[in-house]
């Protein structure tokens, strides 16, 4: 006599059903963290996929994955300083593996700086003597001959001259300034009375 099996079709469905639920619980008991950064400077940036610039920002994580936060950055400036979150910086690019605690990350953004560096022909000095410029900020250079000596040329670096001093305004690149100076050209007139004669002797 043929033996009906009842009920196996509904075990396995039963058994697929307790599956789902303990993956679920899984995914809903999963430790969550939460991630914020604040950009200091001028520069924007956002966590990968947001595509929202923004100076600050926070999210919330899976416990063991990764992330990271693109920056995006004003024209001469680069990041000073990025930390946080156990994160390394890579150029624009800040990563963070294997997140594992709430934590915050502090990223610093300043301005290039350039290095102007001075150089005298002929007897005078400029002041300053050389000078570190960060980029949107400006300085003014003066040129003092020796005695008995004039300034002949003052440039460099798109100086603009400004009552007497080269003015150095939103520098782009490392640069010179170069002041010449000359001594003084005096005239001497002779005159001769009598019978005689004048000599000239030059001596340096």
């Given at each position: 006599m043929p033996i009906l099996l009842l009920g196996c079709d509904s075990q396995e469905k039963s058994t697929s059903k307790d599956s789902l639920k303990a993956t679920a619980l899984t995914q809903l008991n999963q430790k969550r963290l939460s991630?914020?950064?604040?950009?200091?400077?001028?520069?924007?940036g956002y966590f990968a996929g947001d595509k929202t610039l923004t100076k600050s920002g926070t999210r919330d994580f899976k416990e063991g994955e990764n992330t990271l936060i693109e920056l995006f950055l004003s024209d001469y400036h680069s990041v000073e300083t990025a930390t946080g979150c156990?994160?390394?910086?890579?150029?624009?690019?800040?990563?963070?593996?294997?997140?594992?605690?709430?934590?915050?990350?502090?990223?610093?953004?300043?301005?290039?700086?350039?290095?102007?560096?001075?150089?005298e022909i002929g007897e005078?000095?400029?002041?300053?003597?050389?000078?570190?410029?960060?980029?949107?900020?400006?300085?003014?250079?003066?040129?003092?001959?020796?005695?008995?000596?004039?300034?002949?040329?003052?440039?460099?670096?798109?100086?603009?001259?400004?009552?007497?001093?080269?003015?150095?305004?939103?520098?782009?690149?490392?640069?010179?300034?170069?002041?010449?100076f000359m001594a003084n050209v005096y005239s001497i007139k002779t005159k001769v009375s009598g019978n005689g004669t004048i000599t000239l002797l030059v001596r340096n």
């Open positions: 991630l914020s950064f604040e950009i200091k400077g001028k520069g924007q156990n994160g390394t910086l890579e150029k624009n690019t800040f990563l963070i593996k294997d997140i594992n605690e709430n934590c915050n990350i502090e990223i610093t953004i300043t301005p290039d700086i350039f290095s102007i560096t001075t150089n005078g000095s400029i002041r300053p003597s050389s000078f570190l410029l960060p980029y949107g900020e400006e300085v003014s250079f003066t040129a003092t001959p020796d005695s008995y000596h004039s300034l002949i040329s003052f440039t460099g670096c798109g100086g603009v001259m400004e009552d007497g001093r080269l003015a150095i305004r939103e520098l782009t690149n490392d640069c010179n300034i170069n002041a010449e």
